[in-house]
């Protein structure tokens, strides 16, 4: 152990690590769980301070041999070591100091180590121009815009299943239902149609609200003043981070706004919440569907996945959607704990970006994954029960709508009830009475008219499903 000193006094730091007394007192202080910041974010700020360094000797502010060493530790880290030292907690106080002067901490022990006899300081050297009111929210918007891709192709990879399926089932017929009763006849071409619909909404939204995440304030230092931070340094900086970091990033047009204000964070959580939303609605509809084996709407076939009871012999419960209905529980709750972080901010800063943080990118990879096994695991294996969805059809008044513009609202609802206490099909019924001729019946319980619309054909979906282009 050896001693280290702030302004709050000496502390004891361990001598086999490269954090130093900053680090240590958020051990000690923000000890709530096990979790650290995110390796996302610490990776955004190595990147930060990498282009920091680059900047700073460019513009005299920093010497040649420091910048270099400086460098070289950063990508030390950045390649995976010393990854154990970066072990700043998740939730803390202090804005993200601690993740701030963990990474300088790190950094500067590191690029010492390389070299015997220059001293590098964390403050003065590591975080030269800068300030954790700057750095922070850049790394978060950075570690937000790494996490997306994979959750956009995952949305996509979706659509196209989805698409796939309208193509296979076009033309199934199957009783519509509102509000849980029996309504008008459609196709589960039109069915899963509608949900590729509803995704490719949610694609628009999460692209939309990534946009703002671009804008940062980088050079901005403690309130957005830029205070502190050389010309050339507020000038040059962003274009140097997207050279490292291979992001299109921009420098806001009001930095105190942006310094300030995390609206962004709550619009980006908002596409999520939305998109958790739909999920658990669709997730909701496959249980249904699927209910059964004997006594449910047993529309659908979910694959089966695993055993669904100790003690009922042979049940099987159709797990994947459950979980990504938990998914989507907690999206939508933490969504609740991010709007509430973003409204508790006061005056020139948010003190409270470290939960936003740490929920954003959680809904990114939870979201991710649910996504992802619900096609691998689900939809790449569902198939509908058309016998059960042709019966439920012929067996139910709901088709007798057809009738309305021939018989009138009142012929027809007599027309139904006598076909449920006889416990026969409406076309059986009306050709038995001989009331329409039998030609016509034929027509009008065809799928093109129970439907109103011409056979949905698979080049329609095979062209929208090609449109689904990765960006």
């Known amino acids: 152990m050896h001693y280290e000193e702030d302004c709050i006094g000496k502390l004891a730091v361990a001598d086999d690590v490269l954090y130093g007394i900053n680090t240590t007192r958020a051990l000690h202080n923000f000890n709530i769980t096990t979790e650290r910041t995110d390796s996302l974010i610490f990776q955004s700020m190595i990147q930060i301070k990498k282009a920091a360094a680059v900047v700073n000797h460019r513009g005299g502010t920093l010497a040649e041999q420091k910048a270099k060493l400086i460098v070289a530790a950063c990508n030390a880290v950045l390649l995976g070591q010393h990854q154990d030292d970066l072990v700043a907690p998740a939730i803390q106080g202090s804005a993200g100091t601690s993740v701030n002067m963990n990474v300088n901490e790190v950094i500067a022990k590191c690029a010492m180590r390389m070299a015997d006899g220059v001293t590098i300081l964390p403050n003065d050297d590591i975080n030269q121009c800068q300030s954790t009111n700057d750095t922070y929210p850049t790394a978060g918007k950075m570690a937000m815009l790494k996490a997306l891709p994979p959750l956009l192709q995952n949305i996509e990879k979706m659509v196209a299943v989805l698409l ?13 239902r509102t509000q849980l009763e029996d309504a008008v006849p459609t196709v589960y071409g039109h069915t899963f149609h ?51 970091s291979g992001l299109k990033l921009a420098l806001a047009d009001d930095m105190i706004d942006a310094t300030q204000n995390t ?19 669709f997730c909701n509809d496959l249980r249904l569907l699927n209910s ?21 012999p042979g049940k099987v419960n159709p797990v994947i959607p459950e979980v ?29 970006e470290p939960i936003m943080f740490r929920d954003l990118l959680q809904n990114e990879r939870f979201l991710t994954q649910a996504i992802d096994t619900l096609v691998h695991n ?11 969805c042709e019966k439920n059809v012929r067996h139910s008044a709901v088709s007798a709508t057809v009738l309305n513009p ?37 027509r009008l319980f065809s799928p093109e008219v129970m439907t109103n619309q011409v056979p949905t054909t698979e080049s329609r979906f095979v062209a929208e499903r090609s449109s689904l282009q990765p960006r």
């Open 324 to 352: 990504v209905n938990q998914v989507a529980f907690q999206v939508i709750g933490q969504d609740v704990t991010i709007g509430m972080a973003a409204e508790a901010g006061q005056l020139e800063l948010n003190a409270f």
């Open 378 to 388: 689900c939809l790449n294996g569902l198939t509908v029960n058309v016998e059960q």
């Open 164 to 176: 796939d399926l309208a193509d296979r089932y076009a033309n199934v017929l199957k009783v519509g």
């Open 292 to 312: 059964g084996p004997q006594a449910g709407f047993g529309e659908l076939r979910l694959p089966a996945k695993q055993a669904g009871s100790s003690i009922m």
């Open 263 to 281: 609206d962004t964070y709550v619009a980006f959580s908002g596409a999520m919440k939305v998109l958790a939303v739909d999920l658990s609605k």
């Open 194 to 244: 509608a949900y590729a619909s509803l995704f490719r909404r949610d694609l628009t939204r999460l692209r939309t609200a990534a946009e703002a995440l671009q804008q940062i304030n980088l050079g901005g230092t403690a309130i957005g003043t830029g205070l502190n931070a050389t010309d050339y340094y507020r000038t040059h900086v962003v274009e140097a981070l997207n050279g490292i």
């Open 406 to 442: 021939y018989l009138g609202y009142a012929q027809t609802t007599a027309l139904v009830k006598e076909a449920l206490a006889k416990q026969c099909d409406i076309q059986t019924l009306l050709k038995e009475k001989k009331i329409l001729a039998p030609d016509l019946v034929d």
